[in-house]
């Protein structure tokens, strides 16, 4: 953790303070939400590493999906990412946003998010521990660092994928495309 | 040289040739009310200087007072009359066209027959000639407001009449007990003989003329028939009517009062009479839907206003006094003759049958708007003038009374201003239920003329009222100065 | 002269600055000990603003840009008549009451940009902004003119110069009263719980700044700590005597700010009229008894 | 140039104005706009002029005078410009409306009749042209038909009250001291009794109270405001109410002396404080009812109610500074309230109509003019600094608290928290929020409009930095008054006391305005994203549902509203009901019998002989 | 009973008077009310009349020598009785006339029931 070292901050604020600034909003799609709370408060505080829940996507830069994604929450969650202000990270919980998960074969789940919006790093288990989100953010941390940690370019680049992806399986989208593509 | 006596009986006489007329041509008939009328207002305006240096006497038959029947034409005869032959002439030009039932030479006669009653009861100086002249008005008011002949105007007419005998038997009892004691009819005479009312043999007859001369002018609780035969009669008439005769009616008590008996003592209940004649005028015409209703019913007010400034007997007092009258002879007549054009128009006397009216008939609209604001006392309306001269008059005296009096009258000033607002309102900005007839009816020029002459008054003598103060105040001193008038009449 | 009041000025904005990030940062920290946590590092807020001035950000108009220069300016205008020691660039223009007015702009400001921003949300957040601040300006008022006038003059230069003469004004009885009402209030002016009612982040999703991301809620966080500085400042400068020197200024304002974060720690969050009752009762009726008795007193 | 001129193309204009639109509606258009714009430049003309003539003698022995100074300027200009920014706003409004031509005229004659009153040198010219003025606003507030008419009726009922009650006070004066001249007349009540000078002034406290909408007479306000059509709204709500003001400015410092005032009774029971306190009154109840209003129109008209309430607060209290501040609060009140009706005006007439502040919103996108307007407008109202509102409210307060009337103050500035809540309702509710799809078609305000709206939000500017100005020529006044002037410069006020300089605060505004502004260019631009874009926990953002403006206060409004009920209003009502049913019962003793008539002659004959008989009273 | 024989004819008049006001007042007929006002017109008649009348007195002629001014008969009311009578008359005319009209247009006399025009 570097985050006391002054150097660094003078050399590059705007990582330095994505790093340790991660306002999170996160989506209580399923049963992972039930680790957040802990994770959180007292027991074992995420603030202390500057994460903390906001309310609003507008304040947020790092979206964590709990859990598995239904056809319904895909909505939500697309208009939630795309209101997100750059530079946005996205965190996968547990193992049913990879692929599925126990609901590999069901037909009303998104068996692979990063279908539909770009991931950033996945967090494994079902579920996954407190400390394996602390993990997650270090690891994090070190993509920021990095500069790895670019889903949200790849969003702006590939945005023409994406779209077609998500009109795919929703149908018509009500708003119109965050970026205008050539392609599109 | 100009004599008062031509007042009387060019209409007189015009009054009964009208049917040889009629014999001529059915088409000259109404054009004698005008021509009578016409020659009145030449004579009593040429009359009009000469009288304000001194008031002019004529001994009927050369029989000198207290002998015989004299005419006394001093400056509120004159007054009077001036302004009789100036209404009856407009309203006779209104008639031109408004009257256009078959008897209408039994119009004319009324109409004259009318007119020189109310000439007659101003310029007499003889009481049994005013109560002659008198029954002379009444009679033909009764029959004029019978002259529709439909259900509601007999109605009206009977009950007038009931109440007018009535009311005239009174005065002729009266005359009856004062020629007993003093073996005179001369008022200049009687009133040198009565130096007090105090004795009941003199205040009976008082009590007398009050009540039979209040039928004629209205006081509560005298004034039962006004609003029926003012709303039943013709528009014409009802003009006419409110103008003039409850006017002349006012005029004969206050002479009576004043200058017959001199009774300083009963004018505080008069006063008081007047007020409670007021407020019952204007609250009564407050809940009136029908329009003709609501302008009887408005003239009962304006005479108790009348009656309360002619009773402070101060100058100013009756100066105001008169000038109200005056006010309310142009005002009222104004609007009952735009009211009864727009009735006619609209076929209904109901307030609400008025919405729109301002689009459809603009000039008859605007004018009685103007009759209304001036009613209400708005400057620069002639109404503005007499209510402040009554104010003045009654903070003049410096008595709580009269102060306490003053705000009810000026309450029964607004309520009068909401239900005239309500008019005009009616007038100007509700929609006109029925749409189809949207299309603008401008009156015939007989019927503007009038109309139109007398918001010219209303507005010029509002804003220029020295005008008519002059005389007015001459008027006044005539009326308070007692002993001038017995020693002008008998040197 | 004139490089001087520069100079001040400068100052004072920097110090109100650090003082009220400090204050923030310190919140966060004060607050996580109450809760047994460990709590992010003081200059967190710092860190929150330097990432956001990082991000992009989302406006939705002209207003939306204007309302959030035109609070934080309003704000910094505020500080400038706030005497902190001897300095007070604009101490003779209008003194306290000039204060009052200035204090609006800066909810003005918010809500006017929130309200372009087109979300319902933000539209109840402002509406119980508006609410909350007419629930606690009567006492503020009531306690604004005991000062002003137990000490018969609107310059709060000279209230303070006064209480250098004749000691703090807690030592009056009315001057009490009205402190303490004005303690009761402060929450409500810091928008600390119980009286958080217009961010109310788990309810109405943060209210006004609903749609402030970046650069705006950055100037909103700053906005936030001058705010903080500001009524502290406030009563620092009417109740315990002003700036005999800075540091000493700064202690009395760290004391306040730490009860009134011992209370946020504790307590929960009272609804909307619930608030504007009790404001109206008890802050109202102590800061009125002082007024009836100092307009009595003379 | 010759005051009788000026009045005379006042009262010209208006009647040559009714006729030339028989003849072209361009020509009258212009015509009108032309006699505006003289009436202002000529009243202007008569800056520092101070001048006396009678004019007129035919009217029952008084004397008309015209007499102009500055206190009769001051007024004459404000009337004169704000007519004339509002004949500009009606150009386009009234066009398609009927009537235009009686429109028309009767505005230039209100406006007419209120020159003749600031302008009119004794009290019976100043009663007809009151009257004048107080009849054809009757002609004008009903001219929108529906419930203008009953609003048309309130009005003319409660004025015509007020009216003959001050006439009875100006009947009494003339009795008393035999003129009506204003010259001649002050000073002659130094030595009345402390009741007659009250007799007098509650009598004309009444008419003044009635047109100034002081509390307990200020019912035929709101409908009267609301229903009238918008720029006459402003002339309303901008001027007419101030001829009240005018009026007892006239009476405390003209007729009876300030000194005399200030020494009518002991301490909290002197008629200075009464007069206050109903001023305080005025702002308080109001204000909180205007925070329950619905309608644009009547919010606003609520409004002025309240700030009427200041100016009456401040120039009754009487010292030298509270006049100022009520004097200036007068000339502020008359440029952001008629602003604000212009701009409610323009709103009016883009929807159609539409006044509702719940059906409202997001207009911004398409009004930007007249939102900012509106914005300037309600800054005014409030009083934020560098507006013209605040520096007249600040003179009011200081002198109040300075003078240990700290509750005044304590009612004045709740007052004004007051007014941020329902001015910020009012411009949130039409303009912010969401835009309802059925708007989304509308252009914005025609020039005509945006005009007067333009220009006037930058005289609220310019007066609130520069309130030296328009303080300058109260300072002349009260100096004309017998007042110690006040010490003031360009920029604001220099006293011991308390100063103020606004252009400190402008200039600090205006730094670290551009600082801050700085700051936020150089940080990273931001995207523009539209209406529906918008936070709605992750859905899109549904159409025309999705705007919080009906109940913007509902907490508030729930816990105040049972307290606010209009009771004044109910009182006037059930007074009207009363007399109504008084007529409808006293109308039944003509009962259509004539034998009942009959019977009344007979009594009172009976009765009059009966009185004489037993107590002699004859 | 001297003044019985003094007054016999203003008791006659008062009496006529009195019986024509009550039938004005208490009958709802309009042919009596009109009968009654006929009633008070002659009773005031009657009373004119008295008031001038002497007993024994003489024609107001100076139709021979001696005959004394005050024995005479004063002529002025009977003048003034004519002249009532003929406004009584007119009345009387016109009243019947309207009754006549009245009756076509409500089918009654009772005035107690004609009460149309009212308030």
């Known amino acids: ?184 | ?491 | 002269m004139v490089m001087n009041t520069i100079l001040e000025i400068i100052i004072i904005i920097l110090l109100a600055a650090i003082i009220g990030l400090f204050f923030l940062g310190l919140s966060r920290k004060i607050m996580a000990r109450i809760h047994w946590r460990y709590g992010p590092p003081i200059a967190q807020p710092v860190i929150d603003i330097i990432k956001l001035f990082n991000q992009t950000s989302m406006s939705h108009g002209k207003l939306f840009n204007f309302g959030i220069i035109f609070s934080l300016s309003g704000s910094v205008v505020v500080l400038l008549f706030l005497p902190l020691g001897e300095m007070c660039p604009l101490s003779s223009s209008g003194g306290l009451l000039v204060i009052l007015y200035c204090m609006l702009i800066a909810p003005l400001g918010l809500a006017l940009s929130g309200g372009e921003a087109a979300n319902p949300i933000t539209s109840i957040g402002i509406s119980r902004k508006f609410l909350l601040a007419f629930g606690y300006e009567l006492p503020l008022l009531l306690i604004l003119l005991t000062v002003m006038t137990h000490f018969n003059t609107i310059s709060i230069v000279d209230i303070v110069n006064m209480q250098l003469q004749t000691g703090w004004s807690f030592q009056h009885l009315p001057l009490l009263l009205s402190g303490i009402a004005y303690i009761l209030i402060l929450p409500a002016i810091l928008d600390l719980r119980p009286f958080e009612l217009i961010q109310a982040p788990q309810e109405i999703s943060s209210g006004p700044m609903i749609e402030y991301g970046g650069k705006f809620l950055a100037l909103a966080t700053i906005q936030h700590a001058f705010n903080v500085f500001i009524s502290l400042s406030l009563f620092t400068n009417l109740f315990l005597g002003g700036a005999e020197n800075p540091g000493y200024f700064f202690l009395k304002m760290l004391i306040v700010f730490i009860i009134l974060l011992f209370v946020n720690a504790v307590t929960p969050r009272f609804r909307i009229e619930q608030a504007i009752k009790f404001l109206w009762r008890w802050p109202a009726l102590l800061a009125f008894a002082g007024l009836i008795i100092v307009s009595v007193t003379g | ?618 | 009973m001297t003044f019985l024989s003094e007054y016999i004819y203003y008791i006659g008049a008062f009496g006529l008077i009195f019986i024509g006001l009550y039938i004005v007042l208490v009958k709802k007929n309009l042919i009596k009310v009109i009968i009654g006002l006929s009633i008070i017109d002659t009773g005031i008649n009657l009373f004119l009349i008295t008031i001038g009348y002497i007993r024994d007195g003489t024609a107001p002629v100076f139709s021979k020598p001696g005959l004394k001014a005050n024995e005479m008969v004063d002529p002025v009311p009977q003048a003034l009785v004519l002249t009532a009578i003929v406004i009584g008359v007119a009345i009387l005319a016109l009243a019947i006339s309207l009754a006549v009209k009245l009756y076509k247009h409500h089918g009654t006399l009772n005035l107690r029931k004609i009460n149309e025009q009212k308030w």
């Open chain 2, 1 to 491: 040289m100009v004599n008062p006596v031509l007042l009387i009986v060019i209409p007189l006489g015009l009054a009964f040739v009208v049917p040889f007329f009629g014999f001529i041509s059915k088409k000259i008939e109404k054009f004698i009310p005008f021509v009578a009328l016409f020659f009145n207002l030449i004579v009593s305006l040429r009359l009009f200087p000469r009288v304000l240096e001194q008031p002019v006497h004529v001994s009927i038959g050369g029989f000198v007072p207290p002998f015989g029947i004299n005419l006394v034409a001093g400056p509120i005869g004159i007054l009077f009359t001036v302004l009789i032959a100036l209404v009856g002439f407009l309203v006779s030009i209104y008639a031109f066209d408004y009257i256009k039932e078959k008897d209408q030479e039994k119009y004319h006669i009324l109409y004259l027959l009318l007119l020189t009653g109310a000439t007659g009861v101003v310029l007499t100086g003889d009481i049994f000639n005013l109560f002659v002249f008198f029954e002379i008005l009444c009679i033909s008011s009764y029959s004029l407001v019978a002259y529709f002949g439909d259900k509601t105007s007999i109605e009206s007419a009977v009950k007038y009449l009931i109440q007018g005998a009535l009311g005239s038997c009174l005065i002729l009892m009266g005359i009856g007990l004062l020629y007993g004691q003093f073996g005179t009819l001369n008022m200049a005479d009687l009133a040198g003989n009565i130096k007090s009312v105090h004795s009941v043999s003199i205040f009976v007859p008082l009590v007398l003329f009050i009540t039979g001369f209040g039928v004629e002018a209205a006081i509560f609780p005298l004034n039962a028939w006004l609003p029926d035969a003012h709303s039943s009669a013709p528009s014409s008439i009802s003009a006419v009517l409110s103008g003039i005769a409850i006017e002349v009616g006012l005029y004969a008590m206050i002479r009576v009062v004043f200058t017959l008996f001199g009774a300083s003592s009963i004018l505080t209940f008069l006063m008081l009479l007047g007020v409670i004649t007021l407020l019952i005028g204007e609250l009564c015409a407050f809940c009136q839907e029908n329009i003709k209703r609501m302008l009887a019913y408005s003239s009962i007010g304006q005479i108790g206003l009348m009656l309360f400034a002619l009773s402070i007997a101060s100058s100013y007092g009756i100066t105001g006094g008169l000038f109200q009258l005056v006010s309310h002879t142009l005002g009222k007549s104004l609007l009952f003759l735009a009211a009864g054009y727009m009735i006619y128009r609209s076929g209904s006397m109901n307030i609400s049958s008025f919405e729109g009216m301002g689009k459809r008939m603009p000039y008859t609209a605007l004018a009685f708007t103007i009759g209304a604001f001036s009613i209400v006392g708005l400057p620069p309306f002639i109404g503005f003038p007499g209510k402040l001269m009554i104010v003045k008059a009654a903070l003049f005296e410096q008595e709580m009374l009269y102060t306490v009096l003053i705000f009810f009258i000026l309450l029964a000033t607004v309520i009068e201003g909401a239900y005239y607002f309500r008019v005009v309102q009616a007038l100007y900005f509700k929609e006109e239920k029925n749409t189809q007839n949207q299309k603008r009816e401008i009156a015939p020029l007989s019927i503007l003329i009038p109309i139109f002459i007398l918001t010219g008054f209303i507005v010029v003598i509002g804003i220029y009222p020295k005008l008519i103060t002059d005389v007015l105040v001459s008027s006044a001193s005539e009326l308070l100065n007692r002993a001038d008038y017995i020693k002008s009449v008998m040197p």
């Open chain 1, 1 to 184: 953790m570097d985050r006391n070292k002054l150097g660094k901050w003078l050399q590059s604020p705007g990582k330095m303070g994505q790093k340790y600034s991660l306002h999170a909003l996160y989506f209580c799609t399923g049963c992972g939400i039930i680790e957040i709370p802990p994770t959180i408060t007292a027991r074992w505080d995420a603030e202390r590493f500057g994460v903390i829940p906001v309310a609003t996507p507008r304040q947020a830069n790092l979206f964590l999906i709990t859990g598995y994604v239904s056809v319904k929450t895909l909505r939500p969650i697309i208009r939630s990412y795309e209101q997100m202000p750059e530079p946005k990270f996205t965190v996968g919980f547990g193992s049913c946003p990879i692929n599925g998960g126990m609901y590999w074969d069901s037909y009303n789940t998104i068996k692979h998010l990063d279908k539909y919006i770009p991931i950033d790093g996945w967090i494994a288990g079902c579920m996954p521990r407190p400390e394996a989100v602390f993990v997650a953010v270090t690891h994090l941390w070190t993509l920021i660092d990095k500069g790895m940690a670019d889903g949200y370019k790849k969003y702006r680049e590939d945005y023409h994928y994406y779209r077609e992806n998500q009109e795919k399986i929703l149908g018509k989208l009500e708003w119109p495309p965050l970026f205008s593509s050539k392609k599109m």
């Open chain 4, 1 to 618: 140039m010759n005051l009788i001129i000026l009045l005379a193309i006042a009262f010209g204009g208006a009647l040559i104005t009714y006729f030339l639109g028989k003849i072209s509606q361009k020509i009258r258009d212009i015509f009108a706009v032309f006699i505006s714009l003289a009436l202002a430049v000529i009243a202007a003309c008569f800056y520092n002029v101070s001048s006396r003539e009678i004019y007129y003698t035919g009217f029952l022995d008084f004397p008309f005078v015209l007499r102009v100074n500055t206190f009769s300027w001051f007024f004459a200009v404000t009337i004169a410009v704000i007519g004339l920014f509002s004949i500009i706003f009606s150009l386009n409004y009234i066009r398609k409306r009927g009537n235009t031509d009686f429109y028309y005229s009767m505005m230039l004659l209100v406006i007419a009749s209120m020159i003749g009153i600031v302008l009119s040198g004794d009290l019976v010219s100043f009663y007809i042209f009151w009257e004048i003025m107080s009849w054809s606003t009757f002609l004008l507030i009903s001219y929108n038909r529906g419930p203008a008419i009953s609003a048309g009726m309130k009005y003319i009922i409660m004025s015509v009250t007020g009216s003959v009650v001050m006439l009875v006070g100006i009947v009494s004066l003339y009795l008393h001291y035999d003129t009506l001249v204003y010259t001649e007349l002050s000073g002659l009540l130094n030595n009345a009794s402390s009741g007659y000078i009250l007799f007098i002034i509650i009598l004309f406290f009444i008419a003044f109270g009635v047109k100034n909408a002081i509390w307990p007479l200020h019912v035929w306000l709101p409908p009267a405001h609301s229903e009238a059509p918008s720029p006459f709204s402003s002339v309303l709500s901008g001027i007419l109410i101030k001829i009240g003001t005018y009026g007892i400015i006239l009476l405390i410092f003209v007729i009876i002396q300030i000194n005399v005032f200030l020494n009518l009774g002991e301490g909290i029971l002197s008629v200075r404080y009464i007069i206050s306190i109903i001023g305080v009154i005025t702002i308080l109840i109001p204000t909180f009812i205007a925070l329950l209003q619905d309608d644009a129109k009547r919010l606003l008209a609520w409004s002025t109610i309240a700030q009427a309430g200041y100016i009456i607060l401040g120039i009754a209290y009487g010292t030298s500074e509270s006049v100022a501040g009520g004097m200036f609060h007068f000339f502020n009140h008359a440029i952001f309230k008629s602003l604000l009706f212009m701009v409610v005006g323009a709103v009016e007439y883009r929807t159609n109509g539409v006044r509702d502040l719940n059906s409202l919103g997001g207009l911004i996108k398409k009004m930007p003019v007249t939102f900012i307007g509106g914005l300037i407008g309600i800054c005014g109202l409030i009083g934020v600094p560098l507006t013209n509102g605040f520096v007249s409210k600040w003179l009011i307060y200081k002198t109040l608290i300075l003078n240990n009337s700290p509750f005044l103050a304590f009612a004045a500035l709740l007052g004004t928290w007051g007014t941020i809540l329902y001015s910020y309702k009012l411009i949130h509710n039409m303009f912010l929020g969401q835009l309802p799809e059925k708007y989304e078609k509308i252009k914005k305000a025609p020039f005509s409009m945006q005009l007067p709206i333009v220009i006037l939000s930058l005289a609220i500017i310019f007066f609130g930095i520069i309130p030296g100005l328009p303080l300058h020529v109260i300072n002349s006044i009260e100096s004309g008054f017998g007042m110690e002037p006040l010490t003031i410069n360009i920029w604001g006020i220099a006293s011991d006391t308390g100063t103020i300089n606004m252009l400190n605060i402008f200039t600090a505004v205006l730094v670290i305005g551009i600082m801050v502004w700085l700051i936020f260019k150089v940080s990273k631009k931001s995207t523009v994203i539209g209406q529906y874009d918008n936070y709605a926990a992750g859905t899109t953002v549904p159409k025309d549902k999705y705007n919080y403006s009906v109940n913007f206060y509902d907490p508030l409004c729930r816990m105040i509203s049972p307290y606010l009920k209009d009771f004044i209003d109910d009182f006037y009502m059930s007074l009207a009901r009363s007399i109504k049913n008084t007529g409808n019962g006293i109308r039944r003793i003509y009962t259509g019998d004539v034998g009942h008539y009959v019977i009344y002659i007979i009594l009172f004959l009976a009765l009059l002989i009966f009185i004489q008989i037993n107590w002699e009273l004859w």
